[in-house]
């Protein structure tokens, strides 16, 4: 696995100067694709030839340089099979083989500038740039033709940034459980394309994955079901336990070391905790927390179901802020999604305890009382320094201040919220959501739907619907794997790559640097990186 990547690389003979010349983006298969990548014909050498003289060195004083020259070893170790070393950088220094991470003031927060020849230079203002630098000479790691050695061209000079804040991927580990090991390889896929957000997907009415200490029995008897549910065969997973119950959940050390895994690849955990709806599981720990009182049952299979949080009901109010603060106090994300999608609201309808709430506040009717809901659990997260963000339907009955709308029903909701001023992450069923089939005929099971690798790349978080002056609110983009009908890592790395891969360039590279045919030609080498880091993907088509 670990020479795949170089093996199948193309060699630096004459043929590949003429193709950096012509095209270096193209030629190196760089993805996503950089906001600018130039090409100097060099005299002699066309490559830097790397061996065990080279050094990997670092500004000793810029943070984050030193991690990611820690990281850009292990990379060399992995991609290569060649065992390099990290050390600060001297005063003096010859950069004939080193590959150097030097400061450089005034630099975007996430951007980097990377030049090679006749060593190699990554200079930025920070770790995420540091880290970014050292992905793309990662993927410009190939095998010298006529030698064999690992090296990379010299003459290239790359100025790159993101377009977008938010670039994310949202896992759904409710429907199906993923272990610690099989998230840590996800995290690593998005790192190698620079994503920097990963929504984890925690609680829903099938399940709830979080360990809560308060309230211990809703993983010890809400994280398991009957089976694996979703009409899928007992055999497509092997997450049961002794009981033959299907499920899992994460102790709260774990979740810290998928946050500490994330935060040394520049990732953010964004943790979700459904509410009002989409909340069963914890219903049938806790029925009292509902309008009815119970009992409930787990569901195994997928659906909208009317029974939810009862908002008239001050216990239930407690209950969830009670967990908001041990989700705030573990997670150091500046947001909280807190879902608010797919609500019914026919319990409220007849429960006295949500009508004398309306009354009480005086609100319309029962889409205000989900706004009354919305309102008062984004002020308790605001008091624990955090900021809610949800599904667009907590635009309904009016949005809560200091709210961020994720729009998922298209992007009508995210047009309207940035509109009026609120911060927008575009996240639409037509171009993001992974549950969807990648071809029309011989796909494997799915949820129904169909969006390709071409009408992913397609996507751009803005609309021409967002005034131009209100655009800043669009943070950026994201990609959903709704897991109904994914019950193994196999399958999850299959849905997701390699459509994460036009998500990442659609929200990372400048618009005008975009183009499908040159993209799906940079892909053919992406395939490679793929095969290398072990990842199921479906192959490109032809």
Sequence with gaps: MKETLLATAVGFATVMSEALAADPATALGLVPIPKEISFSRQKTPNALMLDANTRILYDAKSAGACEAAEF?????????????????????????????????????????????????????????????GAQTLRQMLTRDAATGKPAIPVGITIMDE??????????????????????????????????????????????????????????????????????LPSTSTDRYRADGKYGGFYTQEQAKEIIKYAAARHINVTPEIEMPGHSTAALVVYPEFGC????????????????VYCAGN??????????????????PSKFVHIG??????????????????????????EKELQSWFVRRMDKFLESKGKRLIGWDEILEGGLAPGAAVMSWRGVKGGIEAASAGHDVVMSPTTHCYFDYLQAKTGEPVGIGGFLPLEKVY????????????????????????????????????????????????????PA?????????????????????????????DK
Aim: net charge neutral.
């Design 340 to 365: 608010g999608d797919e609500c019914p609201k026919d319990r409220w309808t007849s429960c006295a305890k949500c009508q004398q709430r309306i009354r009480a506040n005086g609100l319309k009717d």
């Design 72 to 132: 850009l070893v292990s990379f060399m170790v992995e991609d290569a099979g060649l065992k390099l070393t990290s050390a600060p950088a001297p005063a003096k220094q010859s950069h004939d083989k080193n590959i150097v991470f030097r400061a450089k003031t005034g630099m975007p927060t996430e951007g980097y500038e990377l030049r090679t020849g006749p060593g190699v230079t990554i200079e930025a203002s920070g770790g995420a740039g540091f880290f970014y």
């Design 458 to 509: 397609e996507f751009d978080p803005v609309t021409t619907g967002i005034p131009e002056a209100k655009r800043q609110h669009v943070l950026g983009g994201q990609a959903n794997v709704w897991t109904e009908h994914i019950p193994n890592a196999r399958k999850l790395q299959y849905m997701t790559a390699p459509r994460v891969c036009a998500l990442a360039e659609a929200v990372w590279s």
């Design 512 to 540: 005008d640097k975009r183009n499908w045919a040159d993209f799906r030609a940079r892909m053919d080498r992406e395939a490679a990186r793929l095969d290398a880091m072990g990842i199921n993907y479906r192959k490109l």
């Design 162 to 231: 993101p377009r977008f804040a938010w670039r994310g991927l949202m896992i759904d580990c409710c429907r199906h459980f993923f272990t610690v090991e099989e998230l840590k390889k996800m995290l690593d896929l998005m790192a190698s394309l620079k994503l920097n957000t990963f929504h984890w997907h925690l609680t829903e009415d099938q399940a709830w994955r979080i360990e809560i200490k308060k309230y211990p029995k809703l993983t010890e008897i809400g994280a398991w079901r009957g089976g694996v549910g979703f009409d």
């Design 292 to 307: 009815t009182g119970g009992p409930y049952a787990m569901p195994a299979g997928g659906g909208i179901f009317l029974d």
């Design 314 to 331: 001050d216990k239930t109010i407690a209950f969830l802020e009670d967990v908001l603060t041990e989700i705030a106090d573990l997670f």
